[in-house]
């Protein structure tokens, strides 16, 4: 459900990255950017539906990042919100805008994702605002969420800084009641601003700014002491628990009579306040996911503290967790069935990825991977892809294994890429492939969307956040543009097409691009208007099991005493038709009932 | 009612559990409490596992469900309600729908589904019933409509007047969908009572 901006001063039920939209909103934002990735991708989603604001689907987190600080730095309200390992993408103007400020407020959201619900690492980013010197708010609920955004902008504007919103994954997809508030109208400047000694980072600037921001730290430092968002609650003083973010609902669900030092500044951190925090009570836990962040810096005060020689580093917390305080935790409640079949994740039936991943595990090659639905490529049993780094990186990675193996690895290798991932940050790498003299094989699997988070809109496929008509990309007018000689666009369900051109590119000493284009079945406006569907004549079926290879939804496998059969569930098929082509009898037909 | 309320509805991704807990929270609200929701899904898009974690009272913290506190467990599916167990409460009320959704393991011939789970989880506990949300949806004219046929008889377990749970209905479903599915909820209702 939409909350929409004539709904005021009533209550809603918010998740965290609505909440979040909300307090943008409501905070008077102009300008909302964004890359999408899980946990952070509802957050620009929700944007678009208030009217008046500038919001953009960025090409990758660095250029959101660029593009919204360009608005702060204008004159206007921005906000970029990207995944935690996006901030990795957009370190470098980070640590650019932590010297040079802002004019109007100016808020970056990470989205943590600690338990690896659907990232590749669980880095801690409460890190990068120390490391960045940007102070940082952690909110516990949706309410926080949109209170702790307007605070975030407040503070941009009164310390000239970027501020930093940390939320996590359980945060943002969480709901909880959040009472909405009016509007702040905030001018927009009509005209632009010169101040080269603010904004250009020669190193004769750079000098005067870095002062302001170690200053800029005191201040930020002395605001922590007094602000209501850090908040002791003294209760019970036998124990004291220093959390932040959603652990201080896990510890508060469980020890609703300790005291609780609940820290909303995650950086830089109160340290009076802390030091008469734990004077206080009789035992100080630190209570936080991930690293020992705050544990490391109460320790360096001269606070002994009991933190990770309890708590796990590793994963998400629970209340159950929380339960360790007292003892009395117990890990093993086993009340459970045990091996219950898993669900585990699967390309949809009809997926354009399966017959390419099909085709390359049967030419034996090494797959140099990447971000995004074609990563479950590398489950058992398909297990064809052997390297998923970060965005990007199957391009270089397929490179770095071209030049150290030469001719050993000469025809063994691919790497495959999704559309959206390419354009994010695989354009230079070929461009690097073309200029080094590469003989890597790109596939580009081009679906026509960023299909994991939710089918969202990219430079590639005409249309922006808004629906608007828009330029799309020409992939292969791009490759030939970088220095590719070799491009070939192909339709993924032509299996024996695809597998000749594969097996010609990559004996060539030269770099090639294979553009596999097939739309997600799930796309909102590319769905097939025809409805097949196939079907196993069983008489002919041999048992064979190749077409079990392919790990299709729709595709059984029934064991009877006269042998096995390949089945299809007519209700799951999607009508693609490969499975028909991998069948080697001939068995598998189109069923027109 | 001082105490929090804990319900876990539980099912696979495409069955629609997302929005029947969606609107058991926003009902929650609307009945006056303090409400807290959350979900863990896998990766994928269609045939995954979908947990969602609905806890309502006076005031609550956690948005997840302490192990050993589900008052409530609402299952989509068969085979999902087993998984869950650790977190139920020693007198738990089940609802379970009859519908079966086999996992790729089961389709390969790997593993075999668990056989008799209503009876397994009705040796166990004095409270479970089954509801054959499937079927209803069909009499109501649509299938589609089976999530919100199995709400109707989830929320035969709260004391919330049909009225409310209907305007909630008509803020999360298209206009278009929403008799039918006000008639599949009337239908769901009705089995339980």
Redesign the interface.
Known sequence: ?IIRQENTNQ?A?MSGNEAIARGAYEAGVRVATGYPGTPSTEIIESLVEYDDIYVEWSANEKVAFEVAYGASASGGRAIVAMKHVGVNVAADPLFAASYTGVRAGFVIVTADDPEM??SQNEQDNRNYARFAKVPMLEPS?SQEAKDFVRLAFDMSEEFDTPVFLRTTT?LS?????VNLSQVESHHVPDRLFREPEKYVLLPRYSRTRHPLVEDRIKRLADFAETSAINRVEINERSAGIICSG?CY??A???F?DYSFLKLGMAYPLPRKKIMDFAETVRKVYVFEELDPFFEEQIRAMGIDVTGKEMFSMCGEF???IA?KIKGKFDNN?????DS???????M?PGCPYRPVFYTLKKLGLFIAGDIGCYT?GALAPLEAIDSTVCMGASIGYGMGVDKLLGRHAMGKAVSVIGDATFLHSGIPGVLNMVYNKSAVTVVILDNRTI??TGRQDHPGTGFTIRGDNTHSVDYEALCRSLGVNHVYTIDPFKMAEFETVVKTEIQRPEPSVIISRGPCV?HRRLQRADKISFMVKEHMCNGCGEC?RL?C?A?????SRAG?TAFI?RAMCYGCGVCMQVCKEGAIVESNE | MNKVTNILMVG?GGQGVILAS?IV??TM?LAGF???????H????????VNSHIRFGPN?????I???EADYLFAFEM?ES?????F?VKDPVILLNKQQI?????????????RDICGLLSKRYHHVDVVDSLAIAKNAGNTKTSNIAFLGSVSTYFEIKEQLWEDTIA??VPESLLNINLKAFSLGRKFLV
């Open positions: 459900m209550k039920l619900h659907s609920d359980r997809h969480s709901k909880s009641v959603v609902n896990y508060k669900e469980v609703p629970s209340p159950d339960e409640v086993k009340n459970g069935m219950l079949p898993g669900r585990q994740p699967n949809c479950l299909a994991m799930l079990q790990v939804p595709l059984e496998w029934r064991r096995n569930n | 696979v969606e929270a926003e609200m303090d409400v807290k929701k959350s979900e863990v896998g990766m994928a898009q269609r045939g995954g596992m609550v913290y956690s948005p997840v302490k192990k050993a085979l087993l998984r869950f167990l650790d139920l086999l996992p790729p393991s089961v389709t390969s011939g790997e593993d075999e589904y668990p803020k999360f």
